[in-house]
């Protein structure tokens, strides 16, 4: 770009390490580094909030806040774009969609005038274009991720030792599978995410790194290929497979969600696609998402979308009425949930206060020391 612009970028939550909030990160983080003023706006502000000032990223909850000006808005969700509408009558906005199942990943069932549309992929292009939307007007923005900390930490193995399931959502029936196919193959196995605890943002890449083979779809196969590892999609929806450089674009399509085949797998057709593994892919991929997914590689597209945004935006006459009317609904929501929250709070604090204190005075919690002195006194005499 010619010149610094001044980006709002706008989530609808930011309260875990999920997929369009680490992707709001990324892209931010991207951006600043290209010499861009980035401001975040999300009204559910949470885990990611350290983050983000670590990163010197201002962000706020309360878009009434931002008395600045903006060159162009980046917004995912349609609610936020609402938003953004009505506090920006006449911004460029260009909103991008991670899916196509989530309510928020439609566009807004108003006209708040949006200059350009971002798909993820290319089936959430032709979705997008099933909408209403013409195609000239959608760009495709794949998934990004940062390569200064997803990268290859050490050699695989030359046959796979260890697995590692990465997943939100993938439930018991599936990880049975994943672990009975492992243990026939002498594979360990280690599970991060969702029900089997969450990691840390920079604990990611150290998990990925301990694995030869990781399970999983979307965002975390792209990160697995960043560390040089083997990744197999394989979740929720089903699976696709072992990724390679000949499938790589046909399952690129979908965003590795696992729905383009969507193969529900026997413990026996798992075993048969792990033998798949060569290490030698571990380089290929990471080279191949080098090109496709890293910041250095895709921000400078990005810019040039917004480029185009920003040429192509015409102020033009909105449905004022229904945009006051969808922000008023969104501020009374929030208002009594504000109000109802912290009663309940005081509640649950006062009901675990009253256990604790009939806890401590109890006979088995007076009797603790003495049964903890004579366990010992036999332990190690």
């Known amino acids: 770009m010619a010149y610094n612009m001044k980006i709002l970028i706008v989530n609808h939550h930011l309260v875990n390490f999920a997929g369009t909030e680490v992707f709001t990160l990324e892209l931010a983080k991207g951006l600043k580094r290209r010499g861009h003023k980035v401001v975040i706006y999300s009204k559910f502000i949470d885990k990611l909030a350290p983050f983000f000032d670590r990163e010197d990223i201002k962000f706020t909850n309360n878009l009434s806040l931002l008395k600045e000006e903006f060159d162009i808005a980046h917004v995912h969700h349609n609610i936020s774009a609402i938003e953004v509408r009505n506090a920006f009558p006449h911004l460029p906005i260009f909103y991008l969609s991670h899916g196509t199942i989530n309510f928020l990943e439609q566009p807004p069932q108003i ?15 032709n979705k997008l274009h099933k909408q209403g939307i013409p195609l000239h007007r959608i760009d495709i923005v794949n998934n990004i991720v940062d390569e ?39 594979i360990k196995v280690n599970a991060v995410g969702g029900r089997f605890g969450e990691v840390a943002y920079y ?49 690129k399509k979908r965003n590795f969600t ?50 185009k945004t920003i040429a192509g935006h015409t102020n033009k006459k909105f449905d004022k009425d229904s945009l ?34 009939e ?13 903890v002195q004579v366990k010992n006194f036999f332990k190690f005499n």
């Open 111 to 125: 006209d708040v005038n949006i200059s350009r549309y971002g798909a993820v992929s290319p089936y959430i292009k």
């Open 148 to 186: 200064k900390r997803f990268k290859p930490k050490r050699k695989l193995h030359d046959i796979p030792r260890r697995a590692l399931i990465l997943s939100a959502k993938m439930d018991e029936e599936k990880e049975k599978i994943v672990r009975e196919a492992c243990k026939k193959l002498n």
């Open 203 to 251: 604990g990611i890449p150290y998990e990925i790194n301990k694995a030869d083979i990781v399970f999983s779809i979307g965002r975390g196969v792209i990160e697995s290929m960043m560390c040089g590892r083997i990744p197999i999609v394989y979740d929720i929806f089903g699976g696709d497979g072992m990724v390679n450089e000949i499938n790589m674009d046909t399952l």
């Open 258 to 307: 696992g729905k383009t085949y969507a193969k529900n797998y026997t413990v026996k057709e798992l075993i048969k696609e792990m033998q798949k593994y060569r290490k030698e892919q571990g380089e290929i991929l990471h080279q191949t998402a080098l090109k496709n997914f890293s910041l250095e590689s895709q921000i400078p597209i990005i810019e040039n979308i917004y480029k």
């Open 324 to 357: 006051a009317s969808y922000i008023n609904t969104i501020k009374i929501s929030i208002l009594y949930q504000s109000q109802i929250r912290p009663s309940r709070l005081r509640n649950q604090v006062q009901n675990y206060r009253q256990e604790l204190n």
């Open 359 to 371: 806890i401590k005075s109890s006979k088995f919690f007076k009797l603790w020391p003495l049964y």
